[in-house]
């Protein structure tokens, strides 16, 4: 527990350290692209190409600034956007997203993380960016999150199925969501073959969000949500999560960009204990706002799989991520 406190304290003093930094940036930061070329950058009065060569120092301080000045005028309602205006936060573990990480735990050995899922939008009145939409948005998400033994055979273990209807607002580097999810946990049946005498837990939540999320740069975002459930079982009433996002905004090229996110969970079954979950690697992003990740994976904290809500993990290992 002592070591889970001070990564509590050390996950507070980067978000500081971060938010002291991005504040002392200069507007001159937000680089604004070329439209009539996206992989041509523009600097003040100066427009120049990618350099057909990789220069690191160029290519890790490169950023293409996005129309965070989109005025309501230029607003119109759109069925099925592309683009989300508050996208999932990238190491929370439980987020609806297509992925999986495969990880050596202390006590179970190699296990494989799966998420089958995603987060769409359905009804959007606000700008047509699909990199960096504003205005107001009712998404859907959903998901099957499963956890299997890393064997010959990959017997399941359990699996946490989720459902939801965020409802999201964006204005300049602002982005607010209230929202409702339902999660319940369940055992596999090869588990439970394996186990006779396992006590199953029926843990169920449905919960109401509200989370904020500031774009100190176009990369750089820090969040923090607050989730309160008027049912449960097994479950309790309150959580809350924070973290940082650091991830190429606009579309990259073949080579991608690297990404760093971390996300600290409090849950109040586990008296306001949780996790911190912690990755970086590289990604890519498309034309549509589209990403996908790969890298490193660490995670230490009650179990993420809430049939087992009050285990403690300690997870290291590699994943691969896709998100909307």
């Keep these: 527990m002592k070591i889970l406190r001070w990564s509590w304290l050390s996950l507070l003093l980067l978000v500081v350290w971060t938010s002291y930094a991005a504040a002392q ?3 001159n930061d937000w680089v604004q692209t070329d439209d009539e070329n996206p992989l041509w950058l523009t600097d003040e009065d100066e427009v120049v190409p990618v350099e057909p060569y990789l220069d690191l120092n160029r290519f890790l301080d490169r950023t293409s600034a996005p129309d965070y000045t989109a005025e309501p005028s230029q607003f119109d309602w759109q069925i099925l956007p592309d683009g989300l205006i508050y996208r999932p936060y990238l190491a929370s ?3 609806s997203r297509l992925g999986m ?3 050596h735990e202390d006590d179970d050995g190699w296990l494989w993380d799966a998420w089958l899922g995603t987060q769409v939008g359905l009804l959007r009145y606000g700008s047509f960016d699909p ?4 205005g107001f948005q009712i998404d859907a998400e959903g998901s099957a999150q499963l956890r299997l033994e890393a064997n010959d055979d990959i017997d399941l273990i359990s699996a946490d199925y989720r459902a939801g209807v965020p409802i999201t607002f964006g204005y300049g580097r602002h982005r607010t969501k209230v929202g409702y999810y339902h999660l319940s946990s369940h055992l596999g ?3 439970l073959l394996q186990h006779p005498g ?3 837990l029926n843990f169920a939540r449905d919960v109401l969000v509200l989370g904020h999320s500031i774009y100190l740069t176009p990369k750089v975002r820090i969040y923090a949500e607050a989730g309160w459930a008027f049912f449960t079982d097994v479950s309790k009433a309150w959580e809350f999560q924070f973290g940082l996002d ?3 905004y606009a579309p990259t090229t073949i080579r991608g960009a690297p990404f760093f996110a971390l996300n600290g969970h409090l849950r109040e079954e586990v008296d306001f204990g949780g996790g911190l979950t912690v990755q970086t690697g590289w990604a890519w992003r498309g034309l549509t706002g589209r990403m996908l990740r790969t890298g490193l994976h660490y995670y230490n904290g009650e179990s993420t799989q809430f049939s087992f809500f009050d285990v403690h ?3 290291i290992g590699i994943g691969l991520w896709y998100d909307h």
Excluded: G, H, I, L
């Design 101 to 103: 990480t495969v990880f």
């Design 313 to 315: 993990e300690q997870q």
């Design 131 to 134: 990199d960096w939409p504003v």
């Design 25 to 27: 940036a200069s507007d």
């Design 93 to 95: 573990p439980k987020q």
């Design 246 to 248: 650091y991830a190429p």
């Design 189 to 191: 049946d090869e588990f």
């Design 198 to 200: 396992f006590n199953r």
